[in-house]
């Protein structure tokens, strides 16, 4: 039935995007690169949301998802990354040495997606930052230094800030990190008082600063979910 393929559809917009997005970035157009990246976000959130409503989730939906991730959130965000490397370090040609660590976020992706499909822990949490996160603070990336070439400059700040960003990133894709999910199985205060937190903080920032509030939320999401995975224990102790 055609209806069964709808969610499978809007998820291979996802993978289509995340191609596009690659084409962008290779031709230095970041902010187009960066702007596929955030509607890739925007589809992936549907293609669950389909499949449970028309109620034709399967093992197939959920493979075709993890390989459009990976193109989307894995190897789009590190093309990215690649061309905005500070070009400071053994240049070769018109990359340094740090333009290839960028792919080492694709390769955690990888490993965090094949095991997020094997994982029966997360189906109401989240155990490590999900690619989709990732993506969105690297897709902030090109917005917030935004000039005529798309290139942060090779100060000593900037190398020191994406040798920083690299490893963290990569640790948090396959951390043991307990973290919240936005899936609802009620709308009461109480039991999702800090998925709402978040949410209304998310819209505060970005309103107040856009694209800068990207990397903020995300540091908000890890720390309320530290606050919640303690506050839970309390309860159950107690």
């Known amino acids: 039935m055609i209806i069964k393929q709808i969610p499978n559809a809007i998820t291979s917009a996802n993978l289509f995007s995340g191609c596009i997005g690659i084409v962008f970035a290779f031709n230095s157009d970041l902010r187009m690169a960066a702007l596929c990246i955030l509607i890739s976000l925007f589809i992936d959130f549907f293609d669950g949301f389909a499949a449970r409503v028309l109620n034709v989730s399967g093992p197939m939906g959920k493979e075709l ?5 990976m193109v989307s959130f894995g190897v789009l965000p590190s093309v990215i990354l690649f061309h905005i490397a500070p070009k400071a370090i053994f240049v070769y040609g018109n990359y340094s040495i740090l333009s290839y660590l960028a792919f080492f976020i694709a390769v955690f992706s990888a490993y965090r997606l094949a095991k997020f499909n094997l994982d029966t822990r997360q189906t109401d949490k989240f155990i ?23 290139y942060l400059d090779s100060s000593t700040t900037a190398i020191a800030v994406y040798l920083a960003f690299i490893p963290l990133a990569c640790y948090l894709l396959v951390s043991e990190i307990t973290l919240i999910a936005l899936k609802f199985k009620s ?8 998925r709402y937190i978040l949410i209304v903080a998310a819209i505060l920032l970005l309103v107040i600063f856009k694209f800068v509030a990207i990397p903020l939320i995300m540091v908000l999401y890890i720390v309320l979910s530290i606050i919640e995975n303690r506050t839970t224990k309390v309860k159950a102790v107690s």
């Open 65 to 69: 998802d993890s390989l459009a991730d």
């Open 187 to 194: 709308f009461g205060f109480a039991e999702n008082s800090f």
């Open 128 to 150: 490590g930052v999900p690619t989709p996160a990732i993506s969105a603070v690297i897709a902030s990336v090109p917005f917030i230094y935004e000039s005529d070439s798309f």
